[in-house]
């Protein structure tokens, strides 16, 4: 059980702080910082920032399923993982995405460039090097991470909004079971709706995050996308594999290879096409194990090394 020593607490608006220790880990949370608007509602993180930083900085993608909510964060906090980067210094940046069913993965990715930009855009207010940003997370974040690792976008110059100017690339990946070709999920040709439907009793509870949808200014409505060969066409744009190309972040790839969700098979497919464009990249695979697990050392350990060898240089 985790134990919290409350030492101050500063309310400003929605924003407040909190010194924590939590298994030898000490940092400040600092909760609901507002990195976007859309459709009049805000986009949050919260920051979470070490005793002793070390000037670097990771996201966490804070999803699940395409899920996102703060009740995430809590529940992933004190994980071993987690604690890892803190105990090595990393300001860790905790990203809330608009969250399906009502949003979709093309817009979720939206969410996710923006954090990264006003992460970059404000690198000296969290004393951050702003060329050094990783990014990691599980299931659904794994993917939102290697979509951001993958296809990081170049600012535009002339945006009007400063953040937007800056690029949304990060420099080192973690991936954990992730999703990464939705058209060939499990062998080759086969839809990931029907495994997934095969695993989980005949539904679907992740669907509404690629039921892709469109306004029609003629109708003046939001309209389901129909034809199959351009729902195929948005599937495969937000397949990671899709994007891989040299000059990628190094990626770290954990998957159990008896995951029935997510099958292994996805993280060895981008893992191949990784190597054949040049792009470092390993694959720790997690003898017996499903759909997540507690951390174990050796993994916990690995993890923190990969983001000091390409965000600190060392080796």
């Given amino acids: 059980m985790k134990s919290h020593t409350i030492k101050s607490v500063v309310i400003v608006g929605v924003l407040f702080c909190l010194s924590i220790n939590v298994k030898g880990a000490d940092f400040e949370r600092t909760k609901d910082v507002i990195y976007g608007r859309k459709h009049g509602v805000a986009l949050t993180m919260d920051v979470i920032t070490p005793n002793k930083p070390n000037n670097r900085g990771v996201i966490f993608a804070v999803s699940g399923g395409w899920f996102s909510s703060h009740e995430n964060i809590d529940k992933v906090i004190d994980r071993g993982t987690f604690l890892e980067l803190l105990k090595r210094g990393y300001t860790v940046f905790a990203v809330v995405h608009g969250s399906q069913p009502k949003f979709t993965v093309p817009e979720i990715r939206e969410d996710m460039h923006r954090a990264v930009r006003f992460i970059r855009h404000h690198a000296g207010r969290y004393k951050i090097d702003p060329d050094s940003i990783g990014m990691f997370g599980g299931s659904a974040g794994g993917h939102l991470t290697l979509l951001q690792g993958t296809d990081g976008q170049d600012g535009d110059p002339s945006a009007k909004d400063p953040i937007e100017r800056e690029s949304s690339a990060v420099q080192a990946i973690v991936s954990y079971f992730p999703p990464t070709d939705f058209l060939n999920y499990g062998e080759e040709g086969q839809h990931f709706d029907k495994l997934v439907r095969q695993v989980m009793f005949g539904k679907n509870p992740f669907l509404a995050a690629l039921d892709f949808r469109e ?46 969700l997510v099958p292994i098979q996805q993280s060895r497919l981008i893992l191949k096409k990784f190597k054949q464009a040049g792009v470092e990249a390993k694959l720790i695979t997690m003898p017996g194990k499903n759909h997540g697990w507690k951390a174990e050392p050796d993994e916990i350990r690995q993890f923190g090394d990969w983001f000091d060898k390409h965000l600190l240089g060392e080796k």
């Avoid at 994007?243 to 790839?253: E, R, S, T």
């Fill in 215 to 260: 306004f029609d200014k003629g109708k003046q409505l939001i309209v389901k996308i129909e034809d199959k060969a351009e729902v195929n066409r948005m599937l495969k744009d937000v397949s990671p594999i899709t994007h891989v190309n040299k000059g990628d972040a190094p990626a770290l790839l954990i998957h159990g290879d008896a995951d029935l």
